[in-house]
Each structure stands twice: as structure tokens, then as C-alpha cells.
């Protein structure tokens, strides 16, 4: 079975503090993604990766940045972290081709 | 862009009854693929069902199967004799070649 992990299942931050939030997929997968989910938008991309320092921009990236020095791992990164970044954020990965998207366990970012 | 457009926020069906969730998409590509994600309340996205566009047979899986309306850009999964343990959100998702597209997604619950 394919499987995707995150760092953490709930994280607390204050505003203005640096947010790493961790991914790690063990299928050795080209495609890793990062999505926030929020009630009434359903998932919104933030970045995603197709290859190790590999990035692209989604639709949301603005206030974040991504790392991706391993094949398995995929960072993301909250520079200075606001209130309007709480949300629960959700890791996926994906073998190339055309494959669903395996997800994380998601973590639930409050920040105050 | 493609946009996916779930236009039930939430449904409701009775144990053992049968509940079909709406889902429409915009695209101008003729190849894609769509899918159907369930998100129990512990929050794990997993896949229910598939669908490739070329395909013109309707996928089925167990009490899950889809109406694809290719010309109508629709796709509606219906869920047949529901369990207590479908009551999750559903997101309904396009993807060509690149980043997967989702609804907002619709909240459903299951009455004993």
C-alpha cells in the first residue's frame, strides 16, 4: 500500500513564525503535491513537484514556499506564518502517468 | 482553467437507501480523467472511483458507480445500499496531465 505521511496531525503557530509542515511518501513517486483545504472551497493547490528541486506554482502559492531535496520528502514552508493560514493542509503524491493522487492524514495549522 | 462545480453542499440519505451526488466540470480537452475522493471525518482522502474519458462504459465499484455524461460534462456517482460508514465528504476531481482539479465538495450523511 502506498503511503503518505505528514509531520503532524495538529500544529499551534504564532504570527510571524516560521511553519515547516513535512510530507514523506514511501512509493517513490515523481509527483508530490500540496493542497489547503477550507469549508466551501474544497482543495486548493499551493505547489506541487515533479521531480527532486523540482517546483511549480498552483493557484495559491502566495505566503508560501516548498522544498524538495529527496524524492520522498516534499516541504512546506510558511515563511511568516498568518492567521488567515489557518487551515488544514494536505499532502498528495502520484507515480507519473496517469494515476490517482495518493493523500496524507492531513495537518490542521491554527495560527493565533 | 478547468473548474469543478459540486453543486450540493450536503446530502442526506437513509441507511440502505440509495443517493446520487451531482458533479459537473468545465474543460475544452476531449482526453481527461475523473475521479471521486471520500474524506471520512478522520480526515484520510481515498480513492472511491475512477473514470477515463475515452471510456464511454460507466466505471462501478461494489455499491458505487458513476453516470458519466461525457457531452454534458457531468459525472454523478451514485451510492447504492449506503452504510453508516459512507458518511464522509466526497470531492469529485479532473485531472488531464497535470494538477488535479476538485470540487468544493459535498458533505454526506447517513441516517440509521
Known amino acids: 500500500d502506498v503511503k503518505v505521511t505528514q509531520s503532524s496531525r495538529y500544529l499551534v503557530k504564532r504570527t510571524g513564525e516560521k511553519v515547516f509542515l513535512e510530507c514523506v511518501q514511501d512509493m517513490d513517486h515523481e509527483n508530490m503535491f500540496w493542497y489547503r483545504q477550507d469549508p466551501g472551497l474544497g482543495l486548493r493547490l499551493i505547489y506541487f513537484?515533479?521531480?527532486?528541486?523540482?517546483?511549480e506554482k498552483g493557484d495559491i502559492p502566495e505566503g508560501y514556499s516548498v522544498s524538495r531535496e529527496k524524492k520522498e520528502r516534499f516541504s512546506l514552508i510558511l515563511e511568516s506564518a498568518s492567521t488567515n493560514q489557518t487551515s488544514m493542509y494536505l499532502c498528495a503524491s502520484r507515480p507519473g502517468g496517469i494515476y490517482e493522487q495518493y493523500f496524507g492524514p492531513g495537518t490542521r495549522l491554527t495560527v493565533t | 482553467a478547468q473548474t469543478v462545480t459540486q453543486s450540493q453542499p450536503e446530502m442526506s440519505v437513509q441507511e440502505a437507501e440509495t443517493v446520487t451526488l451531482s458533479c459537473t466540470y468545465d474543460?475544452?480537452?476531449?482526453?481527461?480523467?475523473l475521479f471521486w475522493y471520500k474524506q471520512p471525518p478522520s480526515r484520510q482522502m481515498i480513492l472511491v472511483i475512477r473514470?477515463?474519458?475515452?471510456?464511454?462504459q460507466n466505471a462501478t465499484e461494489n455499491r458505487f458507480s458513476v453516470n458519466f455524461q461525457k457531452a454534458a460534462k457531468s459525472f454523478s456517482l451514485k451510492i447504492s445500499d449506503s452504510q453508516l460508514g459512507d458518511a464522509a465528504m466526497y470531492f469529485c476531481?479532473?485531472?488531464?496531465?497535470?494538477?488535479?482539479?476538485f470540487g468544493a465538495g459535498t458533505r454526506l450523511t447517513v441516517k440509521p
Open positions: 476531481a479532473y485531472r488531464r496531465w497535470g494538477d488535479m482539479r
Open positions: 473514470q477515463e474519458a475515452y471510456k464511454q
Open positions: 474543460t475544452s480537452e476531449s482526453d481527461y480523467y
Open positions: 513537484s515533479y521531480d527532486v528541486k523540482m517546483k
